[in-house]
């Protein structure tokens, strides 16, 4: 299995999960059964590729996604939550705030500002 990794981009072989799934909840599971790995021997080799678990690395790709609404839409927060599939806008804003180091609200203010 190929993983191809960009600051957008998760590709397992020729398939981009960016483009099918980040605006959708992923398991582990949904990786493991894609590319016939257990999942254990799936996250060992992308931990090694990437230096985090895939979850963690996807949830990095929604925040990044989450950044780019921020700056180039008038999307309020818990419309973007839920345009990346996180349907509890707290969760989304602890998890952005735990990424980003600030809120959505300060992210797009500081932004603007």
Known sequence: MTILLSKCCLCLGDKCVVEEHLESQITLKMLTDYTGYSP????????????????????????????????KTNMKVNQISAK???NDAYYFSRLFCKIMGMSPKEYRAKKKG
Do not use: E, R
């Open 40 to 71: 254990s021997h799936f996250s060992m080799l992308f931990k090694q590729k990437t230096g985090q678990s895939p979850l963690s690395y996807f949830n990095l790709l929604k925040i990044q996604q989450a950044c780019f609404m921020l700056d």
């Open 84 to 86: 990346l599939g996180i």
